[in-house]
């Protein structure tokens, strides 16, 4: 079974840094995945995927991830941080079936939260 | 188009008492879910369900209970509660067809954030 490994529960950075957020999975096929934020009191919203094609995709708010089959990473980067970006980041991923598509289940990891001083 | 409604936001329960959280989408998704989330730990999905009529168990379901008789409403049903229920319950849909399998990511309901004492 697929599982996510989010690495540092929490991640502080300064207003204009570089947002770098870790993570790790396992999967027997090349997954689908995903990074979702939660701010407080809400639910996850959904920031960007890695389906197929290019490696490298852009999401929402000016986040962007790169898909790394060698190392089985999924990294969530942002050029210059915004207090706007405090917030708590899920990855999660999604196994790819035989037939094409994704199975019926994510699997998240436990969490990362971003605080922006 | 509303996305996920989940009623109540909040509530207290009693040990021992039962009660009804509620999940609607207006989407036409086919997949729906029920997942909770505690501090720490991700989320954990409970129950999920393909389509109408069809539900099966994810990772933690033991002391809850769903039903699925049309696509919009996919009710969780607490009976018994105990206080290791005490957490933030999110309904999650999505769309999984030929054309368009996994690809989406998840639409999330705001939550329901159970207190049980």
């Known amino acids: 079974a697929q599982s996510v490994t989010q690495l540092g529960s929490h991640v502080s950075v300064s207003e204009g840094a570089l947002v770098l957020l870790r993570c790790n999975y396992s999967?027997?096929?090349?997954?689908?995945l995903f990074w979702y934020v939660q701010y407080p009191n809400q639910g996850l919203q959904l920031l960007l995927k890695y389906t197929t094609g290019a490696t490298l995709v852009k999401g929402i708010n000016g986040f962007e991830a790169e898909f790394k089959k060698s190392e089985t990473s999924f990294h969530l980067t942002k050029p210059s941080a915004h207090m706007s970006d405090a917030a708590e980041y899920f990855c999660?991923?999604?196994?790819?079936?035989?037939?094409?598509?994704?199975?019926?289940?994510?699997?998240f990891g436990k969490g990362t939260l971003l605080t922006v001083n | 188009n509303a996305g996920v409604t989940q009623t109540p936001k909040f509530r207290i329960l009693k040990i021992g008492q039962s009660m009804t959280l509620q999940c609607t989408q207006d989407?036409?998704?086919?997949?729906m879910y029920w997942y909770r989330q505690d501090p720490g730990m991700g989320l954990k999905l409970i129950y999920y369900?393909?389509?109408?009529?069809?539900?099966d168990k994810g990772e933690v379901p033991n002391g809850y209970n769903v039903s699925r008789s049309t696509t919009e409403d996919f009710p969780l049903r607490l009976e018994l509660a105990a206080p290791s229920q005490t957490s933030v319950y999110f309904c999650a849909s999505n769309l999984l067809s030929g054309r368009h399998r996994g690809g989406y990511g998840y639409t999330f309901g705001s939550g329901t954030r159970l207190t049980v004492v």
């Open positions: 999660a991923v999604s196994d790819v079936l035989r037939s094409g598509g994704s199975n019926d289940k994510l699997a």
């Open positions: 999967s027997s096929v090349p997954p689908y």
């Open positions: 369900s393909v389509g109408a009529g069809i539900t």
């Open positions: 989407m036409n998704h086919n997949y």
